[in-house]
């Protein structure tokens, strides 16, 4: 009897880690789920890609000295977040969107989609001069997709499988690649990653 008490405490401790794990991420998902989207229709799918094609939309967006998704992710959020929970000249608020875009290049740009209902002309000035604002015309990209947390190395394996099925199928695009980040970090399953690459037209 005296082995089953300290088991029967592990079990109950499992069990509620458990349950928190599963709390947790319910919540996690609550807070992504009716986050407004960049807009696009499936103009084709392929077992490795979906050609899709994105409605015009406005940006905030800040280019950074780096060459990688880890040299710059961090602060690149952390200076577009910075403005629309408030760092601007008349302290507005302005939803997050998804997903967060990253144009990789030699020089990193990292992009938020600003909500519908916002126009930049009206939004007030960034207190931090580097972010800007900018319009994406529409445009038709390719997307290859992939779970869990991203990393420098996943992101260019899965940039060298999108060209490399791009190439297949005798897909023409520009080079001009971007990673499109879905989640937050504390939503640890069910995450979605994609590489995109504009296609040519």
Excluded at 31 to 47: A, F, G, K, T
Excluded at 86 to 110: C, R, W, Y
Excluded at 156 to 161: D, N, T, V, Y
Aim: aromatic residues 12%; negative net charge.
């Amino acid at each position: 009897m005296s082995e089953l008490g300290p088991m029967k405490t592990f079990t109950l401790i499992l069990i509620a880690l458990v349950v928190l794990f599963a709390l947790s991420q319910l919540w996690a998902y609550g807070q992504v789920r009716d986050i407004e989207m960049y807009p696009y229709r499936v103009l084709n799918s392929y077992p490795d890609f979906e050609v899709r094609e994105y409605e015009a939309a406005n940006f905030i967006y800040v280019t950074m000295d780096a060459d990688s998704y880890q040299a710059s992710s961090g602060r690149g959020f952390r200076t577009l977040a910075g403005y629309i929970f408030g760092g601007n000249a008349t302290g507005q608020k302005i939803a997050m969107t998804s997903p967060v875009e990253m144009e990789m290049d030699s020089l990193v740009t990292m992009k938020f989609m600003l909500p519908a209902e916002h126009d930049p002309a009206d939004l007030p000035r960034p207190d931090n001069a580097e972010v800007r604002f900018k319009t994406e015309a529409e445009r038709t990209m390719a997307a290859i997709t992939f779970g869990g947390f991203a990393t420098d190395e996943r992101i260019l394996a899965h940039k060298e499988q999108l060209f490399a099925a791009l190439d297949r199928e005798g897909i023409a695009h520009t080079g001009q690649w971007s990673f499109l980040g879905y989640d937050p970090p504390y939503r640890l399953v069910g995450r979605r990653n994609e590489v995109a690459v504009e296609l040519v037209r």
